[in-house]
């Protein structure tokens, strides 16, 4: 009779568990259906690799939503469409932007907004959109790669110009210039002391006048 008092205790147990499994994962999965959102588009034209569906994102490094949906602009298939639901007080301004933010070296990606300042109008859906549009801006990324590519650029055109200087007519005329300079430097070394003495002379003329 005991063992069997045991058996319905374990079961009992058992069963609480799994409800509460059960309620746990029905929490997670629908806990924010009640949750009232915002919804506004993005559209990137750089890779949004690593970014995925419910993916957060945040103002100024708060959560204030989560990504939707994502696919090929239907009307652009060189963008992005992103669309994205937002609490109701997020600051989202004619003035805000939306950048990719890659997290290290998993390559997880969220979406970070910034801008959108107290006195700045309140971003509204235009005539022919079905939802307010963000402005995107360049990830880190994207400006780090345009920042070495210019960087590329100009040390390439540094190497162009370096041999065009040292053309080999360029190069002639620069040892006529060395060897003028040359010359110049020997007949002045030995006029110098002419030079010295003349000089001298108007340095005495002066002093004449003064006394005069």
Request: negative net charge.
């Amino acid at each position: 009779m005991e063992t069997r008092y045991q058996y319905v205790i374990v079961g009992l147990f058992v069963m609480l568990l799994g409800a509460a499994a059960v309620g746990i994962s029905l929490w997670l999965a629908f806990g924010d259906i009640s949750q009232e959102y915002r919804t506004y588009r993005v559209y990137m034209t750089e890779s949004v690799s690593g970014l995925y569906v419910d993916a957060p994102v945040s103002y100024r490094g708060v959560v204030v939503g989560k990504v939707r949906g994502i696919r090929l602009d239907p009307n652009d298939p060189q963008r992005v469409e992103l669309t994205i639901d937002l609490k109701p007080e997020t600051p989202v301004s004619r003035d805000t932007v939306a950048t990719l933010r890659v997290q290290g070296l998993t390559g997880i990606a969220s979406i970070e907004l910034s801008g959108g300042g107290p006195e700045s109008p309140r971003l509204e859906a235009q005539p022919g959109e079905e939802y307010p549009v963000i402005r995107a801006g360049p990830s880190l990324f994207k400006r780090l790669d345009t920042a070495v590519s210019e960087l590329l650029l100009n040390l390439n055109n540094v190497s162009k110009d370096f041999h065009a200087l040292m053309s080999p007519e360029n190069r002639v005329n620069l040892s006529r210039t060395l060897a003028h300079l040359e010359a110049l430097t020997d007949s002045l070394s030995q006029q110098r002391n002419e030079i010295a003495q003349g000089l001298g002379h108007a340095a005495r003329a002066f002093e004449a006048l003064a006394d005069a």
